[in-house]
């Protein structure tokens, strides 16, 4: 294949991402300065090469997985990111009030935002995570809200060294002192249980215990079952942004496939399968994503200290490539320098 045949293809990918029509050779004429006949023969040879196709009785042609891959791998030129893009992730990225894991999950969901795709952060399961520590900090009583109710700092530490804080009101009908015996009493019988399982044994272990000694027992329970319940969503291992996006593309314009592409997204075992140890960003399309052969999945592992886990964006096989593979390179180098 020589130089003409390549610009040839990539002009081809490109406009039909942009269009989701097919590639006419009248319409490439000015664009590479030879005639139409020349044109087709060049669609011909890219066809017989597998990497182009002919939908039904049109003279325009569409990429194939192939011609995506040959694109993606020769042909795919890296797309700058604009001022403004690059000032959306590193607002996040700079905020230093925010724990690692949640500013990954935002930048993403921005991506998912900017790109109009999918996007998935997968982490280590949340049964792989155990509880290790659980401490109540009381804020300064002026901080009480209208309601009288005073605010407290719930911090959680796992097994994986995450730490996690949420801020939470609680009733002024609550001792203060009840809950720090309750919290001290869970860290004694509850440490190394997995925070998906925390919440069960607070109600049926812990409950029985305090309920003769704990004047609101039933209050507190419910304050480290909200706050164990949180935490769990939180350090979950499956985490979308834009999950309907790639419902919106032409694609899955029909009744059966947008029923179909639902069902894969709730379908959390199927979606872990998307996850990879391989620090590359990679692109799998169609078929080879083992997700739908009507999608394309560009997925990278990420390390930052105890977190790790995986970076995805699921679309369309007609994705930007390039500018969904910049800013997937943008976060990850951002994060782990």
Do not use: W
């Not at 087709?40 to 002919?54: C, H, T, W």
């Not at 939908?55 to 993606?72: L, T």
């Amino acid at each position: 294949m020589g130089e003409r045949q390549e610009e040839l293809l990539r002009i081809i990918v490109e406009t039909y991402i942009q269009t989701f029509k097919p590639v006419g050779s009248k319409s490439l004429v000015d664009q590479l300065h030879v005639s139409s006949a020349t044109i087709r023969n060049d669609m011909a040879l890219l066809e017989d090469l597998n990497l182009l196709e002919k939908e039904h009785s049109s003279s325009g042609r569409v990429p194939s997985e192939a011609g995506y891959k040959y694109y993606v791998n020769n042909l795919m030129k890296p797309k700058e990111i604009t001022g403004e893009d690059v000032l959306k992730l590193q607002t996040i990225l700079n905020n230093n009030s925010l724990v690692v894991s949640d500013a990954i999950q935002k930048c993403m969901e921005i991506i998912s935002d900017i790109t109009h795709y999918t996007s998935v952060v997968i982490g280590p399961s949340v049964d792989a995570s155990t509880l290790q520590q659980i401490s109540i900090i009381p804020l300064d009583s002026d901080d009480e809200d209208e309601t009288g109710d005073r605010r407290v700092v719930a911090v959680l530490v796992t097994n994986l060294g995450v730490v996690e804080n949420k801020q939470v009101n609680i009733s002024k009908e609550i001792d203060m002192r009840e809950l720090i015996k309750t919290c001290e009493l869970i860290n004694k019988a509850l440490v190394g249980t997995p925070l998906s399982k925390v919440t069960e044994r607070l109600e049926l272990e812990i409950k029985p215990r305090i309920k003769d000694v704990i004047n609101r027992y039933e209050e507190v329970c419910n304050f480290f079952s909200t706050a164990f319940h949180d935490f769990a969503v939180d350090n979950s291992d499956v985490v979308f942004g834009g999950k309907t996006n790639i419902l919106d593309y032409k694609e899955y314009n029909e009744p059966n496939k947008i029923k179909d592409m639902i069902a894969k997204l709730e379908n959390v075992d199927l979606v872990k399968n998307i996850q990879t140890l391989d620090s590359d960003i990679n692109v799998y399309i169609g078929e080879e994503t083992e997700f739908d052969p009507d999608v394309t999945i560009i997925k990278t592992h990420y390390k930052v200290g105890n977190d790790e886990g995986t970076l995805a964006i699921i679309g369309p096989k007609r994705m930007e490539y390039d500018k969904v593979v910049t800013l997937l390179n943008f976060l990850k180098s951002y994060i782990e320098k």
